[in-house]
């Protein structure tokens, strides 16, 4: 028999409420409701909710805390204030990317957020390298609600929810305040492209958390928005998605993600291999809009004069654009943009341009 499906707080609203139900990293998480391209319109144009309870939530407290998260990730975790967030690789001892995650700090404690397909991976990693540090760790994923509100409406549709104000936060900044009734953090967060926040709550609290939001957002066009979506809006915000712009066998330096990295700061794991890996960087994330209307989706070869130079990692139809998009990786000396390439689909050969990413950006 196959182990169940863990459900979050929101699941019995999800079925309700006509969600397409999969199977995400052993979750059951809704990928849309009514189309990709509705929900994804309405979190450029007004406001899309999330469920991303699936997401891995953890919890570090000890005199050690912040030494051992410096020591695990790339970035430089020592200077981070109360309240600061930071984008962040965990990487191996080789320098490929296990995983990558925000780190949170908040007066009393840490946190990761971490890829829901990764969390088993990374916890089993913590446990690994912890002996030597004063550290708690406690995984609070399941006894915890994360959801995303985002788009250009959603502070207003969560301020009646939430005590803090919350244009007052800064982006990747965070608080620790009062949402509903209960105690919670909001964040200046999200994996779209727009302006939003993402709130954690208990679990208990976050069906009555969702259905009241989605009550507040009513007359703003609030729109539950799922898994599909969220893949389209990251693909156009030229945000890496881990298994595909990244993996074990990707480095930091080649996947673009440079400004998660501090080679000058702690001795993080991996650091040696970065150091040697930095300057012999030959590939390059790029990003690409195709002739017509085919899309190219992972695994498309691509091709400059007749030659096989990289291959797709995420393609989408992008709903803002209107026009076939996708990131790949090619030689670095054939990623400028402006370069014609061609992207073979199936068996046949369309025609590509390499542009500036990210595809969007909010005005």
């Not at 291999?273 to 989706?297: M, S």
Request: hydrophobic fraction near 40%; include cysteine; glycine fraction near 10%.
């Amino acid at each position: 028999m196959s182990q169940s499906l863990i459900t979050t707080a929101c699941h019995n609203w999800h079925v309700a409420n006509m969600g397409r139900m999969v199977d995400f990293a052993g979750w059951d998480m809704p990928v849309q409701y009514s189309s990709i391209v509705e929900e994804h319109l309405a979190v450029r144009n007004a406001v899309g909710l999330f469920d991303v309870a699936h997401m891995g939530r953890i919890k570090f407290t000890g005199t050690d805390a912040c030494v051992f998260l410096d020591h695990l990730l790339t970035n430089d975790v020592t200077v981070l204030n109360p309240g600061q967030i930071r984008y962040s690789l965990v990487c191996n001892e080789q320098g490929g990317i296990l995983d990558d995650v925000l780190v949170y700090r908040f007066s009393s404690f840490y946190m990761l957020v971490v890829n829901a397909s990764n969390r088993s991976k990374i916890l089993d990693w913590i446990q690994q390298h912890r002996a030597n540090f004063d550290v708690t760790v406690e995984d609070i994923t399941l006894k915890s609600f994360m959801l995303a509100a985002q788009g250009p409406l959603a502070l207003a549709v969560c301020q009646s929810m939430v005590d803090t104000p919350l244009d007052e936060i800064k982006y990747y900044h965070g608080v620790e305040t009062i949402i509903g009734d209960k105690e919670g953090i909001v964040t200046r967060t999200g994996y779209t492209g727009e302006d939003g926040v993402e709130l954690i709550v208990p679990s208990e609290y976050g069906n009555q958390l969702w259905n009241n939001l989605m009550q507040a957002g009513k007359e703003r066009g609030i729109v539950a928005a799922g898994l599909g979506c969220r893949d389209t809006l990251r693909l156009e915000a030229a945000m890496p998605l881990y298994g595909h712009e990244m993996d074990e066998s990707t480095d930091p330096f080649t996947a673009g993600l440079s400004f998660g990295v501090r080679l000058k700061a702690g001795d993080f794991i991996g650091k040696e291999a970065l150091v040697k890996a930095k300057p012999k960087v030959t590939q390059k994330r790029i990003g690409i809009e195709l002739e017509g209307k085919r899309i190219a989706r992972e695994g498309a070869t691509l091709h400059f004069k007749g030659k096989q130079i990289g291959q797709v990692t995420s393609g989408t139809f992008s709903p803002t654009l209107q026009k076939p998009i996708a990131m790949g990786y090619v030689p670095s000396k054939n990623a400028d943009v402006g370069t014609q390439l061609e992207v073979d689909i199936r068996g046949k050969k369309m025609g590509a341009t390499i542009v500036a990413l990210p595809f969007y950006k909010r005005g």
